[in-house]
């Protein structure tokens, strides 16, 4: 107890919520608090803005790479030196780029979205990166919101399984990608037929290429199955020309 409450001077005692400076200290403590919070707030939202606008270059490149191989493949054709010092250097800059995107999903993994994940994903297998090419896949399925999206990652995802020895897991996600439609609101039948015969395709292409071809000559015959349930039209003929290919090849057993 202070001295003057015991000597009996306690009419100059208060206490601290009495206290008009305390209470002014206090206040502005939780302001400056409450101030450097909104700062924080504001400031990582800033950071989260331009790594986004960083990793949406990056993917808008690592989508044209392939695209530049294909047309200096063309215009040097008859160079194959040449051919091979661009291919070099492009698989050197799709690999480094493919690292920083995947650098910054795992930085800010809830501002990436599913087609996002897909991208890296794919530019991260194109340079042989398959383990974070694999997480990329996986986190984009747990996040995906609409069909399509969830197709083509799990896609993506069976092939590379099937490429890296997981096989039973490649096959397990091929499955799940034919039965993506029955979690969705998509009544379009053309659509979804469609999908099922590219699934069941891309299915029977990952089966040849370990030489199962009697697993390949199923989805094949299964892609074919879908294939019929689509209207005429310029796409289905377009689609059964891929089919009609990949059956030759599968008949013959040639990846």
């Known amino acids: ?28 403590f939780v302001f400056s608090l409450g101030t450097s919070l909104v700062s924080y707030i504001h400031t990582r939202q800033q950071d989260i803005s ?27 054709s008859g160079d194959p030196a040449i051919i091979g010092m661009i291919n070099g250097t492009l698989n050197q800059e799709n690999s480094m780029l493919a690292r920083q995107a995947a650098d910054i999903a795992e930085e800010i993994p809830k501002s990436i979205t599913a087609t996002e994940y897909m991208g890296i994903g794919s530019a991260l297998a194109n340079s042989n990166i398959y383990d974070r090419a694999l997480k990329m896949y996986q986190i984009g399925v747990t996040i995906s919101n ?21 096989v039973e897991k490649g096959r397990q996600q091929y499955r799940m990608a034919l039965d993506v439609f029955s979690k ?11 999908t099922n015969t590219h699934t069941e395709m891309s299915w029977a292409f990952s089966e040849l290429a370990i030489r199962q071809c009697n697993y390949a000559s199923t989805h094949i015959v299964d892609s074919r199955r879908h294939l019929s349930q689509m209207a005429a039209g310029p796409f289905t003929d377009q689609i059964a020309s891929q089919v009609a290919s990949a059956e030759d090849n599968i008949r013959k057993c040639v990846p």
């Open 146 to 166: 609409n069909a399509d999206d969830e197709v083509s990652l799990r896609r993506a995802l069976a092939s590379l399984l099937f490429a890296t020895g997981s």
């Open 184 to 194: 969705y609101d998509n009544n379009n039948l053309y659509h979804i037929e469609y």
């Open 50 to 76: 331009e790594r986004r606008v960083e990793l949406r270059g990056l993917i808008q490149r690592l989508d044209k790479i392939p695209l530049d191989n294909i047309e200096y493949g063309k215009k040097y």
């Open 1 to 28: 107890m202070p001295d003057n409450v015991e000597n009996g001077d306690q009419g100059t005692y208060k206490p601290w919520y009495r206290e008009a400076s305390t209470i002014i200290s206090i206040v502005a």
